[in-house]
């Protein structure tokens, strides 16, 4: 994305040393994806993919099953070969390289846990692969235990600990050889909702505790939110918006991020006079923030979206701006909140997300509908 | 519990139980009675054995085991059928591999053809060998009968080999590699050690294959002498119940060799999945 920025590497970068011959150009780190395509067949899973990670951050790529988030992990971790593209990893050029030379360790959906192996030998795995001496091995395995709070069950083989104690021991089994960049592959997938809370916890601290750069991949908008320092929403094999958490929340850039990043209506809605920020939803003119309507051009189709939590329900006999009116085709409570479904005139339905105590309004009812002006995003 | 309560679990063993214990019975004996009366007439103390038996004796089995001919013979059996089952089993293994995981061209025409050793009748087989080794007349003998049988045994133990690989779960291989495990360390770490239980019953089941087999052999055979051909020599003559002896002693190693193999291989698998 933002590799023009970067200065060109005119010299030869000594792998892992930082040592660099010629000229002295401090030497790149992080992840740097550069224009990756993998087709199969006629189908291109990954799209002109460019995207970097910066040392010691959490990125998370995003989006439906189908997307190309997980094609485009297999292609950083080597098993899979990028058609077109770079990718670095701390300066270096890695496609040309197989998995096993690749400074990137991953944690599988299924764990993968060797079933002939206990889990301290799991563990040692990856730094007998190295050949570390044998007391250096122990020591870490030791630590790596007590990290993932396994202690005392090194001796126990993969089938006689817990899901989620496999799961822990697949996460430590690729941090303990330390690498450039973890790859996480929907990890928590095969857990139980609270269990999962818990690791999304826990992953966190670890990545904090040891500075080191995730890469995780999932499907749960939720999980992306909490997490992540930045999340790239995939669609279709391409990046379709790559930002902070907060940003891709509140200013979504395109219809797909912001459906299905938390919930968003989305209304067509035709631009009337930029200039005033004025939009024409449903025969209706509407007024949009300002800054929502720069760079529209009159009689354009746009979308105009809202979060189903910014969408206001009145109460009886009163209206809110910009005063619609519908009727409530279904109430669908959840605890702490509640959805209403408010259907106009038309195809055309709302969503309101309605948070705990606030009083519901029945099936069937006329209900007043509106929102704050600032809510409202303009996608395309 | 009301009268409509569809009753689950084992039918009723007293329902109908005579006839199917006496038709299990009957398929046993279907099986094994051509094996038993063998053992039984190994014991049999007439020279010329038959029924009524007139008395039991182990003679028979000392006969056998001094018999320097028959015991020459049995070790040779025993070297030979070793040695194709090694080598069937080590050029199954990478076949099986490729056809498991990699991306093979008209796979099912590949398989298809890997059949050919089975279909085809041995006769047939052990024509073809004669010619061909007529180009190699020093390889007749011992080194023709090894790759004979290594000939039949490798096709099966391809396709044996091929259905446990696919249920090989791929992430084993791909997070060893991950961690920094080369082709060869994957292998040796991860592949073998998990294939091993399968890799024993192929080639157990390859030895036993390859230590009756007999007509291919024969064909190859020049003057050495296996146990099937000794044996089959011997019946032209008067056959002798030591031929039964030493025959009971290879049919009981060979089924508790068996079980013994196919009960590891289910405790192998059960921990494994």
Same mark, same amino acid.
């Given at each position: 994305m933002d590799n023009q920025a970067e200065p060109e590497l005119l010299v030869v970068n000594m792998i892992g040393t930082?040592? /660099?011959?010629?000229?002295?150009?401090?030497? !790149? @780190?992080?992840?740097?994806?550069?224009? =990756?395509? @993998?087709?199969?067949?006629?189908?291109?899973?990954?799209?002109?993919?460019?995207?970097?990670?910066?040392?010691?951050?959490?990125?998370?790529?995003?989006?439906? %099953?189908?997307?190309g988030k997980s094609t485009l992990l297999r292609m950083i971790s080597g098993f899979v070969i990028p058609d077109d593209g770079d990718i670095r990893i701390d300066g270096q050029s890695v496609v040309a390289l197989p998995p096993f030379k690749r400074n990137t360790a991953m944690v599988f959906q299924d764990y993968a846990l060797f079933p002939h192996r206990t889990v #301290?030998?799991?563990?040692? +795995?990856?730094?007998?692969?190295?050949?570390?001496?044998?007391p250096e091995i122990e020591r870490r395995v030791d630590r790596m235990l007590e990290m993932i709070e396994l202690r005392g069950l090194g001796e126990r083989s993969t089938d006689q600990i %817990?899901?989620?104690? #496999?799961?822990?021991?697949?996460?430590?089994?690729?941090?303990?050889?330390?690498?450039?960049?973890?790859?996480?592959?929907?990890?928590l997938g095969a857990l139980d909702l609270k269990l999962r809370r818990q690791m999304q916890a826990e992953l966190k601290r670890i990545q904090r505790e040891m500075k080191l750069t995730f890469l995780y991949v999932t499907h749960d908008q939720e999980e992306a939110l909490t997490m992540s320092d930045r999340i790239a929403v995939m669609r279709a094999g391409r990046v379709e918006q790559y930002a902070a958490p907060s940003e891709i929340y509140n200013n979504p850039t395109?219809?797909?991020?912001?459906?299905?990043?938390?919930?968003?209506?989305?209304?067509? #809605? =035709? =631009?009337? !006079?930029?200039? %005033?920020?004025?939009?024409?939803?449903?025969?209706? @003119?509407?007024?949009?923030?300002?800054e929502q309507a720069r760079g529209l051009v009159a009689g354009s189709s746009v979308s105009l979206a809202i979060r189903s939590e910014a969408v206001q329900l009145a109460p009886p006999g009163a209206s809110v701006e910009p005063g619609l009116a519908g009727t409530v085709e279904e109430v669908l409570f959840a605890g702490s909140t509640a959805k209403v479904i408010v259907? +106009?005139?038309?195809?055309?339905?709302?969503? #309101?997300?309605?948070?705990?105590? /606030?009083?519901?309004? !029945?099936?069937?009812?006329?209900?007043?509908?509106?929102?704050? !002006?600032?809510?409202?995003r303009i996608v395309t | 519990m009301s009268a409509g309560t569809v009753k689950l679990g084992r039918p009723n063993p007293a329902k109908g139980g005579v006839a199917l214990t006496a038709y299990t019975a009957l398929?046993?004996? *279907?099986?094994?009675?051509?094996?038993?009366?063998?053992?039984? *007439?190994?014991?049999?103390?007439?020279?010329?054995?038959?029924?009524?038996?007139?008395?039991?004796?182990?003679?028979?089995?000392?006969?056998? *085991?001094?018999?320097?001919?028959?015991?020459?013979?049995? *070790?040779?059996?025993?070297?030979?059928?070793?040695?194709?089952?090694?080598?069937?089993?080590?050029?199954?293994?990478?076949?099986?591999?490729?056809?498991a995981w990699r991306e093979v061209r008209l796979r099912t025409l590949v398989m298809c053809l890997l059949l050919a050793p089975i279909v085809v009748p041995q006769i047939v087989i052990g024509l073809g060998l004669v010619l061909l080794f007529r180009l190699v007349p020093d390889l007749i003998g011992s080194p023709a009968i090894i790759i004979a049988h290594t000939t039949l045994t490798a096709c099966y133990a391809t396709m044996i080999l091929y259905s446990r690989l696919l249920g090989f779960r791929r992430s084993y291989l791909e997070a060893a590699m991950d961690l920094g495990a080369s082709d060869l360390r994957v292998f040796f770490e991860i592949i073998l050690p998990l294939a091993a239980p399968a890799l024993l019953a192929v080639m157990l089941l390859a030895f036993t294959d390859a230590f009756g087999e007999y007509i291919v052999a024969w064909f190859v055979a020049g003057f050495t002498e296996t146990l099937p051909i000794v044996i089959w020599g011997s019946m032209r003559g008067v056959l002798s119940p030591a031929i039964n002896a030493i025959s009971s002693v290879i049919i009981v190693v060979s089924l508790v060799l068996s079980a013994l193999s196919q009960i590891w291989i289910i405790r192998q698998s059960r921990s494994s999945s």
């Open positions: 930082g040592i /660099t011959a010629g000229r002295d150009v401090a030497p !790149e @780190k992080g992840v740097r994806v550069d224009g =990756v395509t @993998k087709r199969y067949g006629s189908s291109t899973a990954v799209d002109n993919v460019s995207i970097s990670i910066e040392p010691g951050e959490f990125v998370t790529l995003l989006g439906p %099953s189908g997307c #301290a030998q799991n563990l040692a +795995f990856g730094l007998r692969m190295r050949r570390l001496p044998r %817990s899901g989620g104690q #496999a799961q822990r021991v697949a996460l430590g089994r690729a941090l303990i050889v330390e690498p450039a960049l973890l790859l996480l592959d929907e990890p395109t219809a797909f991020v912001a459906d299905f990043v938390g919930e968003a209506n989305l209304l067509p #809605a =035709v =631009v009337a !006079e930029p200039s %005033s920020g004025l939009v024409v939803v449903a025969g209706r @003119k509407l007024r949009i923030p300002p259907r +106009f005139e038309g195809e055309l339905t709302l969503i #309101a997300t309605l948070g705990a105590g /606030t009083p519901l309004p !029945e099936r069937g009812q006329q209900v007043g509908v509106g929102w704050r !002006e600032a809510d409202i | 398929i046993f004996a *279907f099986l094994y009675l051509p094996i038993a009366v063998i053992i039984l *007439f190994a014991f049999d103390d007439k020279p010329v054995p038959g029924l009524p038996m007139a008395g039991l004796t182990l003679d028979w089995f000392g006969k056998a *085991f001094s018999d320097p001919d028959l015991m020459a013979s049995l *070790f040779v059996s025993i070297k030979l059928a070793l040695s194709s089952a090694v080598l069937a089993t080590a050029i199954a293994m990478p076949a099986a591999m490729v056809l």
